[in-house]
């Protein structure tokens, strides 16, 4: 159940909101990089393999 | 074993294979943890914890702002402390992990100074004042974008990881200048150390701190977020050791026709 912030609702829950926002975007951003990243290694590497 | 003999076991990470597959092994562990930590933390702390006889329910943003801030100056540390790793020894997975580690740096001081502003308002009647511990704060957030610019500019990443590690040991003044600003200038809106302060934790001094109604849930949230900060680190440092190896990969094959 959601406590009552009082005449501070905004100001708790616009940091809650900002920040968590924040943190998810690094998060997903970071994996999104690797999994690029790595797919793209694993491409160049089977390439080379293959031409020797 | 030998205090010798322990150091020659942490250089073995220096090995990039060492390293992406300790890693591997090791990240689950570190993601489940900090999301445990984050989430029982964040969820004590916003529903489970009384309203402040001061600050009324803005006390629950020391949750978020605390912990990140931390995070903040410490993410600077560990760069300094790998970009010295990389001056002397010349281990890439150093100097890599410390360009893995500058967005998060980014991020905590972002979302440290965000809340700050936005807990300030009702508090100080201000978003904004150049107190030597804001201030401090905002020239290290400045010298993260200006760290990672430089990496961005620079595209010999030898290069790139000697002048940005020149840069992190001249950062560092400001990285320890937001923890210790209050000290040093005892001036401005911004409190001194209520929470790290053993004395204040344990009640043996008179000083202001934190009541352990919140501090129990709030070093929750700072073990959370010290937890993500290594995962985080850990997942984007493979990242970056990928692409190096994808771009000599490149320049190999360029060479060999």
Same mark, same amino acid.
């Given at each position: 159940m959601m406590p009552d912030l009082g005449k501070y609702a905004d100001a708790v829950l616009w940091s809650y909101a900002a920040s968590l926002a924040l943190l998810v975007a690094l998060v997903v951003l970071s994996v999104l990089r690797g999994r690029k990243i790595r797919a793209e290694m694993e491409k160049v590497e089977n390439r080379m393999t293959r031409n020797g | 074993m030998s205090i010798a003999a322990k150091a020659n076991t942490l250089w073995e990470y220096a090995n990039p294979r060492k390293f992406l597959a300790t890693s591997e092994r090791v990240l689950p562990?570190?993601?489940?943890?900090?999301?445990?930590?984050? #989430?029982v933390g964040l969820i004590w702390g916003f529903f489970f914890t009384p309203d402040d006889y001061k600050q009324g329910s803005t006390v629950k943003i020391i949750y978020l702002h605390v912990p990140s801030a931390l995070m903040a100056i410490n993410c600077w540390l560990m760069m300094l402390v790998t970009s010295l790793v990389w001056l002397v020894r010349r281990h890439h997975v150093s100097a890599l992990a410390a360009r893995a580690a500058a967005p998060v740096g980014i991020?905590?001081? !972002?979302?440290?100074?965000?809340?700050?502003?936005?807990?300030?308002? $009702?508090?100080?009647?201000?978003?904004?004042?150049?107190? $030597?511990?804001?201030?401090s704060f905002l020239i290290l %957030?400045?010298? +993260?974008?200006?760290? #990672?610019? !430089?990496? @961005?500019?620079? @595209?010999?990443?030898?290069?790139?990881?000697? /002048?940005?590690? #020149? /840069?992190?040991?001249?950062?560092?003044? %400001?990285?320890?200048? *937001?923890? +210790?600003?209050?000290?040093?200038?005892?001036?401005?809106?911004?409190?001194?150390? *209520?929470?790290?302060?053993?004395?204040?934790?344990?009640?043996?001094?008179t000083e202001e701190? &934190?009541?352990?109604?919140? %501090? +129990? $849930?709030? !070093?929750l949230c700072m073990i959370g977020f010290v937890l993500l900060f290594i995962a985080?680190?850990? +997942?984007?440092?493979?990242? @970056?050791?990928?692409?190096?190896?994808?771009?000599? !990969?490149?320049?190999?094959?360029? &060479? *060999?026709?």
């Open positions: - | 562990v570190f993601w489940i943890s900090s999301a445990i930590c984050l #989430v991020v905590m001081t !972002l979302i440290a100074l965000a809340t700050g502003a936005i807990w300030g308002q $009702p508090m100080w009647g201000t978003w904004w004042a150049w107190d $030597p511990r804001l201030t %957030f400045l010298f +993260y974008l200006g760290y #990672v610019a !430089l990496w @961005e500019a620079i @595209e010999d990443s030898d290069t790139a990881a000697d /002048l940005t590690s #020149v /840069l992190c040991l001249v950062g560092s003044v %400001f990285a320890l200048l *937001s923890r +210790y600003a209050v000290n040093f200038w005892n001036q401005g809106l911004h409190q001194g150390a *209520s929470v790290m302060r053993a004395a204040a934790v344990t009640g043996a001094d701190k &934190v009541s352990n109604i919140y %501090f +129990y $849930p709030l !070093l985080l680190v850990l +997942y984007r440092t493979g990242t @970056e050791i990928r692409a190096r190896r994808i771009k000599a !990969l490149l320049a190999r094959e360029r &060479v *060999s026709g």
